[in-house]
């Protein structure tokens, strides 16, 4: 399995949460360490946005796959 494959997987098991609250993330790229997510629905201007992204999708990928240092959101 590659890594892009490892950390869909895992973003996949944490969807469901945050659909749950109206929102979404998903899969952008992984370079160097480090996975670039799009947040969507209801994520998109949500105060939580940070905490979401960084106690939550971060700290899981950082400790279910190895060899992510950050988790970033995508700049479009």
């Known amino acids: 399995m590659t890594k892009e494959e490892e950390i869909k997987k895992v973003i996949e098991k944490i969807r469901p949460y945050i659909q749950r609250d109206g929102g979404d993330v998903e899969f952008v790229s992984f370079k160097d360490g480090i996975v670039e ?3 969507l629905g209801a994520c998109v201007g949500c105060m939580s946005i940070g905490d979401t992204l960084k106690d939550g ?15 970033v959101l995508a700049q479009d």
Do not use: Q
């Open 57 to 71: 999708i971060e700290a899981i990928l950082m400790d279910e796959v190895e060899g992510i240092v950050e988790v």
């Open 37 to 39: 997510v799009r947040m």
